[in-house]
Structure formats: structure tokens, C-alpha cells
């Protein structure tokens, strides 16, 4: 993590395994937040978000998601960089390893570049279709080309690891409510340039939200999967200054239906 630690006013997209940068007027210290970090939350209950999997390469869970179809899981564009080769899923203990699976084949939105750009969302074809029990269900979708999200509206979000900065990781899924946030609001926090087409929850003014953790999870709106966790801002999780950004899956049901459609990465 030492050489990505001094990304000022360059975009940034933080790993474990390398660092990404592209330059950017203004846009300063963009980080994606792979493995996890849910602030103030807590473990998840059992028999809930069967639809939540681990995204993991040979050092392990590197990623989110969620199942959408018995074949297809939903993530972050960026979460490719880290290379998974897998998903496990059934289980919120990622040490149970209940199931696991082999990634197909991976298909970014086709004008994804980096992070600050948006379109970050990433579907993932399974090698075989998972059957659907009391431990892996699926989540739906929203069924328009707009969220209908309201200022203030109590969403969820959800994924394993650190749950504070510089905190050890956990075993267990972890779930926090977070607050939707008025798009103008969050563009001004954020100052331009700005990437389109996302939702802003938690975060800002609050200590609420998700930290360098588990791109790829989603945003869940009355039981509805309607953003992917995107990126947020510097490495101060519990107090952020600006406002967590997820992916609006809404913009996308036309692509992700095509794919889901004709079994082909379009």
C-alpha cells in the first residue's frame, strides 16, 4: 500500500496489488474500497442477504457482490483489477467456505476506464448455475430507468473486513444503514468533475457508511439492489468529508438485461 499512499490530485484506485493512477483536474484522492470496511454496523443476521457473495483471488476475498440470476453475480468494474478467480457464497462466514465457485468470465459496461469516470459496475458469469435454497438466494433489480430514491430514504449496505480504520478484518458479513443523499448536495461536496449516473448514501456528516472496503456490494433500497458500491474518499473512514458513491444500477438495466439476455459480454 506504501507506493498508492500520495495520490494527490490524481485519480486513485487503491488495491492490495497495485495502484492505478490517471490525471484528473481537481478530482483528488478518489479511492475504491475494496475488502470491506463497514463503520458502525453490525454482524449481519442469519438467514438474510443470501444473495451477498465474496469475490476472491489466491490471497483470498478481494471484492463484493450479489447474485442477480443463478449464474450471474453483480460488482464494481474495478474490482477486475485484483484478479478474482472465484466467488464463495451460502454463508456469511467466509471461513465456512459453503460454496464456491469459478468465475467464467467477466463483462465491464463497455465505457468503464478508471473509478472518478463511473460506469463502474461489472457483471460476472459463474461456471455453472447455483441452486437457489434457504442459503443462496438472489436480489432483484430495479424495474425502471430511474431509482426513484428519496432524500433520506434508510438504505443498506453490506460486505466483510475492517469495520474502522486500521481495524483487523472480520470473519462475519457486516450491515449498516445509511441515509440517501440529495444528488446536488453531493456533487457540490464533491466538487467537478463528477461522474454521472450515481447514487450518494452515507458518509458525509454522519459515521455511517462503508471505508477502503468491499467495492462491489450492493446499495439496497427496500429490498431492491438499486446501486454498487463505487468509491469514497482518504483513509479517515469513521468521519468522511464527502458523501460514499455507488454505482445507480438503474442506468444500466438495458446492458445487464442484454447480457443477462444473449449470454454474451456486449
Request: hydrophobic share 35%; proline share 6%.
Amino acid at each position: 500500500l506504501a507506493s498508492c499512499t500520495v495520490c494527490l490530485h490524481f485519480l486513485t484506485r487503491l488495491s492490495f496489488s497495485n495502484c492505478l493512477t490517471e490525471p484528473i483536474a481537481n478530482l483528488c484522492l478518489y479511492f475504491s474500497v475494496q475488502g470491506s470496511y463497514i463503520i458502525h454496523g453490525k454482524k449481519a443476521p442469519a438467514n438474510s442477504m443470501q444473495y451477498m457473495v465474496s469475490l476472491q483471488n489466491k490471497w483470498g476475498h478481494v471484492c463484493g457482490g450479489f447474485m442477480v440470476r443463478e449464474d450471474i453475480v453483480v460488482t464494481a468494474a474495478h474490482c477486475a483489477e485484483d484478479e478474482p478467480n472465484r466467488v464463495v457464497l451460502g454463508t456469511h462466514k467466509l471461513s465456512e467456505n459453503y460454496m464456491s465457485l469459478n468465475i467464467e468470465y467477466f463483462c465491464k459496461f463497455p465505457t468503464y476506464k478508471s473509478v472518478g469516470f463511473g460506469a463502474d459496475i461489472m457483471l460476472l458469469k459463474l461456471s455453472k448455475e447455483v441452486p437457489l435454497n434457504n442459503r443462496v438466494k438472489i436480489i432483484p433489480l430495479p424495474t425502471s430507468s430511474k431509482a426513484n430514491l428519496r432524500d433520506g430514504q434508510i438504505c443498506s449496505v453490506a460486505g466483510w473486513g475492517q469495520n474502522g480504520t486500521n481495524f483487523p478484518t472480520v470473519d462475519d458479513l457486516r450491515v449498516v444503514n445509511v441515509s440517501i443523499l440529495n444528488p446536488q448536495l453531493c456533487r457540490e461536496k464533491w466538487g467537478n468533475p463528477f461522474p454521472s449516473n450515481v447514487i450518494c448514501a452515507g458518509g458525509y456528516d454522519t459515521d455511517k457508511g462503508f471505508c477502503q472496503g468491499d467495492s462491489g456490494g450492493p446499495l439496497v433500497c427496500d429490498g431492491v439492489a438499486v446501486g454498487v458500491v463505487s468509491f469514497n474518499r482518504n483513509f479517515n473512514c469513521k468521519y468522511p468529508d464527502v458523501p460514499n458513491v455507488y454505482t445507480d444500477i438503474s442506468k444500466y438495466l438495458p446492458w445487464i438485461n442484454n447480457v443477462m439476455n444473449t449470454k454474451k459480454c456486449v
